[in-house]
């Protein structure tokens, strides 16, 4: 059996490496993608990775993992704050769900401190720069093949 994993990321994350490197660091997104992409395939994951600054098309890529019977690993962004159409997508998922944050949103500002697609996620991980997105999928790994 094939375990399938979206990697989906939302809004303004396309400027990764250009959009306040004092705060999201210097890894482009691409090179993030990159790095997942190989420890998907370590661990035997079949891996989609993609972003968008569409909130309708971020609902749509969740509503295919769903169909693919997908675990998902989600960085909201901006789409994390109120985004309850979203929050809804996500409650579809019947595989591990980690919500990834580069920043340690609770060290932000208020208006950047309540995700409100963490009471649908199985784990959340903020604070840990790119390398998030590599304990995100060893998350997934674990926590899928956990009893």
């Given at each position: 059996?094939?375990r399938?994993l ?120 903020c ?8 304990l ?12």
């Open positions: 059996m094939t399938k979206y990697i989906l990321n939302g809004s303004n994350l396309n400027m990764l490496g250009a959009r306040e490197p004092h705060l999201y660091g210097h890894a482009t997104l691409k090179d993030i993608e990159k790095n997942c992409l190989a420890l998907a395939e370590e661990l035997k994951f079949d891996c989609v990775f993609r972003q968008t600054n569409s909130e309708s098309q971020l609902i749509d890529w969740i509503q295919e993992a769903f169909l693919q019977d997908a675990a998902l690993i989600i960085n909201p962004a901006g789409f994390s704050f109120g985004r309850i159409p979203v929050l809804d997508a996500v409650k579809l998922i019947r595989h591990p769900v980690v919500e990834v944050h580069i920043t340690n949103i609770h060290r932000r500002s208020e208006e950047y401190r309540h995700s409100t697609i963490s009471v649908a996620a199985t784990a959340v991980i604070g840990a720069g790119a390398n998030g997105y590599l995100a999928i060893r998350a997934v790994d674990d926590l899928w093949t956990a009893p």
